[in-house]
């Protein structure tokens, strides 16, 4: 079975400043897939951003990029120019063989103004 | 538009009663799961169904029950075994090959009992 953990509960980060929050995951796998989620106080799951394990290159999606290290299992977030709109719950997820998708326990970003 | 419908977004549940969550896609995705969300706390998978007419436990599945006899529906009933129902689920679905695009979620339903 897959455990994916993030050791960060609680980050904040000034507007238009830098975030990154960890995520590090174990799998006996060797293809997978990664993801993001955001959960805005809608309570909405909003997918942010993916990650194929077989690809070497680093997913990007404007202001949100990942830096993922299969060898050490860990697949990191950063939010580059942080906005008011990106305070939110976020969770890594893994995604497995089965199509089965475990989640982290989650890391709450406040972004002050 | 496609999506995951939910209903109701707001639930209330006395002591003793069963209570049925209701959750309908439209995206022609043959995979579908309930999760169970506590305060400031990650998803825990209830059920799944891979397929119509079978389904899975997940890791919390004592105290809920779910059908799939239609592709396009996956209620969940919590029922009275369930000593501690209060929380939000989450429905979501997804093509069931792993594909790129991961899960689909809806918005939910939170549940109280009073």
């Known amino acids: 079975a897959q455990t994916v953990t993030q050791s960060q509960p609680e980050m904040s980060v000034q507007e238009a400043e830098t975030v990154t929050l960890s995520c590090t995951y174990d799998t006996s796998e060797n293809n997978y897939y990664l993801f993001w989620y955001k959960q805005p106080p809608s309570r909405q799951m909003i997918l942010v951003i993916r990650q194929e394990a077989y690809k070497q290159q680093n997913a990007t999606e404007n202001r949100f990029s990942v830096n993922f290290q299969k060898a050490a299992k860990s697949f990191s977030l950063k939010i580059s120019d942080s906005q008011l709109g990106d305070t939110a719950m976020y969770f890594c997820?893994?995604?497995?063989?089965?199509?089965?998708?475990?989640f982290g326990g989650g890391t709450r970003l406040m972004v002050k103004p | 538009d496609g999506g995951i419908t939910q209903s109701p977004k707001y639930l209330f549940r006395k002591e003793g009663q069963n209570v049925t969550l209701s959750c309908e896609q439209n995206?022609?995705?043959?995979?579908m799961y309930w999760y169970r969300q506590d305060p400031g706390q990650g998803l825990r998978l209830i059920y799944y169904s891979q397929i119509v007419n079978d389904f899975q436990k997940g890791d919390i599945a004592e105290g809920y029950s779910v059908s799939r006899e239609k592709k396009e529906s996956f209620p969940l009933t919590v029922t009275s075994a369930q000593k501690n129902p209060t929380a939000f689920y989450l429905c979501?679905?997804?093509?069931?090959?792993?594909?790129?695009?991961?899960?689909?979620f809806g918005s939910g339903t939170r549940l109280t009992v009073v």
């Open positions: 979501a679905s997804s093509i069931g090959d792993r594909g790129p695009s991961g899960y689909t």
């Open positions: 997820a893994f995604l497995n063989a089965g199509n089965m998708l475990t």
């Open positions: 995206l022609n995705h043959d995979a």
